[in-house]
């Protein structure tokens, strides 16, 4: 693993991405509106509901706040290599001293720069119209975010391979797939709402059990031991075998000459 | 002697039926020594491209043997990509990059020391001077070609691959490019594997070129011996177009 080939792709990304009206949008217009809306939208529904919807607007702004950072961790990440494919820059990078483990590396620490960012501003936003202060969540806020911005690396990772292995076609996954784990992922609601079939799924991802220790910690002060090992071993296993498939499929794709055909 | 920088062994490509089930490359052998342009040609699909990205290691080979500065990619893909570099019509650039941009990030993969003074001497060389900060997707095709050249030779390469460089140029920036490329060539006493439609700059560029046909080797040896193989024993000057077309016409393209 070489720092400075790691360096020269974030320095490329940071270059597009400050240069990109577009990839500043994705950025923080879309979250920063998501939590001007929905968090009017659960004030007003716990208005109307009295004392029956108390900590409402905490569960639904938090929810709000962790889903960005599964969502932001994938799409970064997935970012990186659709950008190399739209500049039809693949072959130069691949015909370099780079390795994919820096290719990786480089997406995963942009990923967690940019959503380091976005995460600041919608908590100045949250803070400054609901008076939501995301650091009373305390020390709970590294397990929450770190978990859940490893879920959406995975995630990304595996949208990465399905791109690199089946083209261009692919490429709306980018900004899809990601949305497929929200149901299940109980953000807004607590597992035993969804159906038998339905909870067998949620239990495998590690972001349900993130989802239902915030819920744990809002309303009772404890965030059970289970839910955040839990988190971390579901984390630590789908990393690895996202890992393996990327080198898989990358390995696959040079054999079937993609790489150059996703210049087509 | 001049040392071997590339060895070639019965190389063969076959993709399957998902990606059209054809030999792209059938057995094919050649080797290139410092110092020496050697041209790849042949119609369209007749396994250049192919050829070129499988010593770039983005094509795995289905059989045989690519061997640079006496090893594999099995046995040091670092230190031979940092000694080899590539440039073709068909790749660019991140866009909202500007030229320097783009070669401080290639200079930075390739771990090239004195980085800005060689950004500055090949910005230089390759009159990018006013174009220096301007972004690579504002540039023409021919300045992005110029831009592409610069990349390629940022790493001082010892081996370099340029499939068809000058395909966009107008023909007074294509010549002055073939002589900048000669000239750093000669001067660093790189070898260039080159493909090109472009016969007589084939024979200004080549030192010795091999004839590829449906994925084999039809003809290889000095643009001259190549022509009197070809066409007639009697010619005294390279004829790389007949040469082209017979081969062609014989065996079909």
Known sequence: MNLTRIYAIVLEHLYIWSRSLSRLTDAFWWPLMDLFVWGLTTIFIQKLGGGVFANLLLVFLSGLIFWTVIYRSQYEISLVLAEEIWSRNLLNLFGSPLTIWEFITAGIFLSAVKLLAVLFSMSILAYLLYAYNILSLGFYLIPFVGSLAVFGWIAGIVINTLILRFGRDFEALAWTAVFMAQPFSCIFYPLKVLPQWAQSIALMLPSTYIFEGLRSLIYSGYFPPFNFWMSVILDAVYFCLSLLAFKSVFEKAKELGLLSRLLE | ?253
């Open chain 2, 1 to 253: 002697m001049r040392e071997k920088v590339l060895e070639v062994k019965n190389l063969t490509k076959k993709f399957g039926p998902f990606s059209g089930g054809f030999t792209a490359v059938d057995g094919i052998s050649f080797e290139a020594f410092e110092g020496e342009v050697l041209g790849l040609l042949g119609p369209n699909g007749a396994g250049k491209t192919t050829t070129i990205q499988m010593i770039l290691d983005v094509i795995k080979p289905t059989a045989g043997s690519i061997t640079i500065f006496g090893k594999t990619f099995q046995d040091d893909r670092e230190g031979i990509m940092r000694r080899l570099n590539f440039s073709s019509t068909y790749v660019e650039m991140p866009g909202k990059l500007t030229v320097a941009e783009n070669l401080r990030v290639f200079g930075l993969l390739f771990g090239v020391q004195n980085l800005n003074k060689r950004i500055e001497e090949l910005i230089g060389l390759f009159r990018l001077s006013e174009l220096r900060n301007t972004r690579y997707n504002r540039l023409s095709s021919g300045q992005r070609t110029r831009v592409n050249l610069c990349e390629a030779f940022i790493n001082h390469p010892k081996l370099l691959l340029l499939d068809e460089p000058t395909a966009s140029l107008d023909p007074e920036i294509a010549d002055s490019a073939r002589a900048l490329i000669k000239e750093i060539v000669k001067s660093q006493q790189t070898t260039v594997i080159f493909t090109s439609h472009n016969m007589a700059e084939v024979e200004e560029m080549c030192d010795r070129v091999i004839f590829i046909n449906h994925g084999r080797v039809a003809v290889e040896g000095t643009p001259l011996e190549v022509t009197q193989k070809i066409i007639s024993s009697e010619e005294k000057e390279p004829d790389l177009g007949q040469v082209f077309l017979k081969i062609v016409r014989e065996f079909g393209p």
